[in-house]
């Protein structure tokens, strides 16, 4: 795979990758900003900034005219804001290739935010939020769980913001925060799919983002603080039919050497319908529908955890079930043949995402604002592949302590808490 990682006079940081065999291409623009970079009282901002890219610029009035421009050639554009990165994607017929660089470039470097916007997009943000509250499984992962990691520090957020905090973000909070972030430096452009003249690709990318500011970022984002000594429960009583669940432990950052043994570790525990989980919980004894376990790296932090809406009759049961097999995990190796699967199942859907272009875009460009490196493909294959049932029983081994065991729980159960706590534990 031939990969292409050129900084241009700004400052900014192109990255191609041709692909054979396609007609499209993606184009991402990533930056380092997300809700790990605020702080109290501009919660949310981040995401409100990505909205607002796609509201008005100097070039087109509305909003409609920034995606009647792709969507009009056959092509897709999105964003998205998680807690270390914000990305804007635009997916086309690669002979429509400038409309992507004109697009993004536009709607980073031309937005408006107008008040009258701000004052218009805040509707949809906060019926955003209101969904995230009103649906537990959501909200137990996206809200609960993050609160019970870190509490009041920026990764403790949802990324959304609170209702107060929303609606008291003016034009000026905007502006100031992206001309702190969104400088050439902090941030990366990646075009993957069919690239056939890749310099004239950079000498147009040039000149789309010739204006993006050269001033180094100016917010530094506060490092994670992991204090935990013993197991530790948020309980949200609600009236629900089933209970949602996030049982799970504190893990490693995407730093770290065992990072590829934990993430096939996450795999075995509930990472697909033959995991672990998925065949004690859901198929042996009908607790759940829907059970998985996923592992999350963040730069100085991660974690790995247990999703599940289970029958309110027998949580205690259905608690037990995972923490056991948590337990048992860090007792004996897994099977070769176990292992064999997981490798197979990370490989071929690393595989099969990679065939699509802003699969690879984002693989690519994630990367590189988070580590500051380049691993391909390639590479990381070689490196799943050499994890061993040995390497995955000292993760499991390191994890699951007490001192970072978690749980995060939405259901009917206001007098249940001392009983929890009496069956967290290993």
Known sequence: MEIIKETLPSGLTVILVPMAGTKSITEVFIVRAGWKYEWPEIYGLSHFIEHMAFRRTNKRPTAEAIVKEVEGRGGTINALTIDEY??????????????????????????????????IERGPILEELHMNQDDPGLYVSSTLW?????????????????????????????????????????????????????????????????????????????????????PKILFEPRETTQTHVVLGVRGYSIFHPGRYAFKMLGIILGGNMSSRMFREVRDKRGLAYDIHTDTYFQTDAGWLATYAGLNSEKIIE????????????????????????????????????????DTLALYFSEQFVLTGQIETPEERIQKFESVTAGDILRVAQDIFQNKSLNLAIVGPHRKLKEKLYSIIKF
């Not at 002979?95 to 980073?108: C, E, G, K, P």
């Not at 702190?180 to 075009?191: E, I, P, Q, R, T």
Request: hydrophobic residues 35%.
């Open 318 to 357: 259905a608690l037990q079930v995972i923490i056991g097999q948590y337990r048992e995990i860090s007792e004996k190796e897994v099977s070769q043949e176990e292992l064999r699967i997981a490798k197979d199942f990370i490989l071929g859907q690393m595989e099969m995402g990679l065939e699509n272009s």
């Open 86 to 119: 914000t990305f804007y994607c635009v997916k086309i017929p690669a002979r429509f290739i400038n409309t992507a660089h004109d697009i993004i470039s536009d709607m980073l470097l031309n937005s408006k935010f107008d008040q009258e916007e701000i004052d």
């Open 146 to 230: 993050p609160k019970l990691l870190y509490k009041n520090q920026p990764a403790g957020q949802n990324g959304l913001g609170t209702e107060e905090n929303l609606k008291g973000l003016k034009r000026k909070h905007f502006f100031d925060y992206l001309r702190k972030l969104y400088v050439a430096s902090n941030s990366a452009v990646c075009v993957t799919g069919k690239i056939e003249n890749p310099g004239k690709v950079l000498n147009d990318l040039n000149k789309y983002f010739r204006k993006i500011s050269q001033e180094k970022p100016k917010i530094k984002k506060p490092r994670v603080i992991e204090r935990q000594k013993k």
